[in-house]
């Protein structure tokens, strides 16, 4: 029989469909390979950029002056370097990328303190009083750490004694006398500080005592000048009463007698006569104690009263000398026991 050539054409087509179709890429298989494919090309541009990068670094190194010839183990240790240089950037850099940087943690918002809490103030007692005779003891120490300037009216009364006597070879004449005071009245200047120790009650200073015109009166009149004393003090005063004090003081010193009237007359004398005495004031000492009574009236000033008894002695002549074949001396000194009293003010600084 004849075979029909209709049938076998579709027959054939679909084989070679077949055929085409699975010698053909899937779509899914074509996209993979394409993704592969542009994956590769960037690993290729990213290891081209970073032998670029490692080329540029390097080249400035190449890029400097030849450096003179050195040491063979110099050159290679340079040489091993420079070969772990790149390494070293390649491992920094893909560190870098391996690990992302984390973002910054927000910060916390800060706390709102806490409002104060009132505290209950404690009610204030009453500051308890202080005796008055602690009052009255610190305000002495304070007022007696001061330096005070004082000056006082002496009223005084002696009972003295002139002890003279002249002698040329064996003749000697008594020239001795007793005698008072021609005067009553002496003025006294002084200065005080605190003492070292006991400074709230003790004071140590120094005064001034002037006499004016000093003359004997009584049996016998005699002049004998201007008379100066200056003197150490030291005193200490005992509470008693409010702003009353008792004080007990002491004395000592020097004191001056500068020539004049008869006496200065009998200076001249004696030197018209050959001897050898000079018109020179004339010095002595003193010693004596004191007992009265002070009161402040304010802050600055002190009214005392004190009764005192004092002890002087004054060199008057005392030479021996030869003259024209004579021998001659002469001796005077006086001796005086006063007893004062004293009016004064003292003025804190």
Do not use: C
């Not at 592969?36 to 690993?43: L, M």
């Not at 190194?61 to 450096?67: D, F, L, V």
């Not at 040491?71 to 950037?89: I, S």
């Amino acid at each position: 029989m004849r075979t029909l050539l209709v049938p076998q054409l579709p027959w054939k087509a679909l084989l070679a469909l077949l055929a085409l179709s699975f010698a053909l890429p899937s779509p899914a298989q074509a996209q993979t390979s394409a993704k592969t494919q542009t994956k590769a090309k960037a690993k290729k541009t990213k290891a081209k950029k970073t032998k670029a990068k490692t080329q540029e670094k390097a080249s400035p190194q190449e890029a400097k002056s030849p450096e003179p010839a050195k040491a063979p183990a110099q050159e290679a240790a340079k040489a091993q370097a420079a070969e772990k240089a790149p390494q070293a950037e390649k491992a920094a850099e893909a560190a870098k990328t391996s690990t992302p940087e984390k973002a910054p943690a927000k910060a916390a918002a800060p706390q709102k303190s806490p409002a104060p809490q009132k505290v209950a103030k404690p009610e204030s007692e009453p500051v308890p009083e202080r005796p008055m005779s602690v009052v009255q003891a610190e305000e002495r120490a304070r007022l007696s750490s001061r330096m005070r300037v004082g000056i006082g009216l002496d009223l005084f009364t002696e009972k003295s004694h002139l002890s003279g006597a002249q002698a040329i070879n064996a003749s000697r004449t008594d020239e001795s006398f007793d005698y008072n005071s021609h005067t009553f009245l002496a003025a006294t200047l002084s200065m005080s500080i605190p003492a070292p120790v006991l400074s709230d009650r003790a004071r140590l200073g120094g005064a001034v005592r002037l006499f004016g015109n000093y003359s004997a009166s009584g049996n016998r009149s005699f002049g004998f000048g201007l008379l100066n004393q200056a003197f150490v003090t030291g005193e200490y005063g005992l509470p008693v009463a409010n702003r009353m004090e008792v004080v007990f003081g002491g004395r000592a010193g020097l004191s001056m007698l500068l020539p004049g009237r008869d006496f200065s007359k009998e200076i001249d004398r004696l030197q018209i006569q050959g001897v050898d005495v000079w018109s020179v004031p004339r010095v002595g000492w003193l010693a004596g104690l004191s007992v009265g009574g002070r009161r402040q009236m304010n802050e600055h000033i002190h009214l005392r009263a004190d009764l005192s008894a004092q002890l002087d002695k004054t060199y008057l002549f005392a030479t021996t000398q030869e003259i024209e074949g004579l021998k001659f001396s002469k001796d005077w000194s006086t001796t005086a026991l006063r007893l004062g009293f004293t009016l004064g003010a003292e003025f804190s600084l």
